[in-house]
């Protein structure tokens, strides 16, 4: 089974910066796309940035501020938070879709999420 873990969260003051990491385990062939959610307490969850097929888009509130990366040796993806508003407070989740084995000889694309880190900004 894959496992997705997510740190680097905390709390941290406005301007301040983060990085998080997010690191995916098992037995992986291939990692199509990576991307960083949040969500706050009674609203939706909502993407941040994701890289695909080369491409890496972000959400029109952190453009500019956030800088998404990827180590495809290590299964490894990073948000970079910079100038962060009280606003970008929320739980921060990693997503990826990767091809990977589930069980003897069977191999699927499915996508993965981490348990969430918290990320406080204070005014």
């Known amino acids: 089974q894959v496992q997705v873990v997510e740190s680097g969260g905390g709390s941290v003051q406005f301007g301040g910066s983060l990085r998080l990491s997010c690191v995916a385990s098992?037995?992986?062939?291939?990692?199509?796309?990576v991307a960083w959610y949040r969500e706050t307490p009674g609203n939706q969850r909502e993407l941040v940035a994701e890289?695909?097929?080369?491409?890496?888009r972000y959400a029109t509130a952190v453009e500019g501020r956030f800088t998404l990366s990827r180590d495809n040796a290590k299964y490894t993806a990073y948000l970079q938070m910079n100038s962060l508003k009280a606003e970008d407070t929320a739980t921060y989740y990693c997503?990826?879709?990767?091809?990977?084995?589930?069980?003897?000889?069977?191999?699927?694309?499915?996508?993965?999420w981490g348990q969430g880190t918290q990320v406080t900004v204070s005014s």
């Open positions: 890289i695909t097929g080369g491409t890496t």
């Open positions: 098992g037995i992986i062939f291939n990692i199509n796309r």
């Open positions: 997503n990826i879709e990767a091809e990977a084995s589930v069980g003897a000889h069977d191999v699927r694309v499915s996508e993965y």
